[in-house]
């Protein structure tokens, strides 16, 4: 599965856990995505689509 949004390309990202002894630990911190189809902007789009873009483009997507 492809975990990048198509609008606005967020994707996973590493880090690390930091635990109440400060040992750290390799992580990664995975985007919210929903798989959707949609129109946006006179486009018809098939894919994963981030939460975040959902709220912010919410007047602008027609969810098919």
Same mark, same amino acid.
């Given at each position: 599965? *492809? ?10 990202t590493a880090?690390? *856990?930091? *635990?109440? *002894? ?43």
């Amino acid at each position: 599965m *492809s975990r990048r949004c198509l609008l606005c390309n967020k994707g996973p990202t590493a880090g690390r *856990s930091v *635990s109440h *002894s400060k040992k750290s630990t390799p992580r990664w911190f995975l985007p919210n995505v929903q798989k959707k189809k949609f129109r946006f902007k006179n486009k018809i789009y098939k894919g994963y689509i981030c939460t975040r873009c959902m709220r912010t483009y919410k007047t602008e997507i027609e969810y098919l």
